[in-house]
């Protein structure tokens, strides 16, 4: 079993949750799932980052849905390129990358759209922040350390340069900088 690090952002008074990503290396790949705001609604994906603890160049994978098993890219400056099927991700690291987005999710994040929310819609409520499609669990939010206009929470062994290297290439409209 793999420990997962995990980062999020939170913007309380802007689009809410603007990303959450969690990863694991295996060898010398990264592999994780991220979710965040993309021109007006959010996009989920799975990525691997192909030799990153390596010498040489890392490569980005990604699903283009939120499906380990379905189609992915590889995105290149250029313009993201399809890769064939089967994914880049061996069978086990699959199983893996499901079994910690579903816990980070648990633990972190609830959907809108989850017949269950109800009692953490009013936590939200209750302190003055509005309720988006994606949201962070209001018990969760204390552990964020906030800023005026960007709340964050990194995983205490997070290495920043993995978050660094992919939101400067992920599809998202915020990187981590921002």
Not at 103 to 119: A, E, G, I, M, T
Not at 133 to 147: G, M, P, Q
């Amino acid at each position: 079993m793999s420990q997962a690090q995990v980062h999020l952002a939170y913007a309380p008074r802007g689009v809410g949750l603007l990303y959450a990503v969690m990863w694991f290396a295996v060898g010398d790949h990264v592999y994780g799932w991220c979710i965040g705001s993309k021109d007006g609604g959010h996009l989920a994906f799975y990525f691997m980052l192909q030799d990153y603890f390596a010498h040489g160049e890392t490569h980005l994978y990604r699903s283009v849905e939120d499906d380990v098993y379905g189609a992915w890219v590889e995105a290149r400056p250029a313009g993201d390129m399809v890769l064939p099927h089967p994914p880049p991700v061996p069978e086990a690291v699959c199983h893996e990358l499901n079994r910690l987005q579903d816990q980070f999710v648990r633990h972190w994040l609830f959907f809108d759209d989850d017949p269950l929310v109800d009692d953490e819609a009013q936590a939200m409520r209750a302190r003055e922040l509005s309720v988006r499609h994606v949201n962070i669990r209001a018990s969760r939010l204390d552990k964020l350390a906030t800023a005026a206009a960007v709340w964050r929470f990194n995983s205490p062994d997070a290495d920043a340069q993995v978050l660094d290297f992919l939101s400067r290439r992920w599809p998202l409209d915020f990187d981590a900088q921002g």
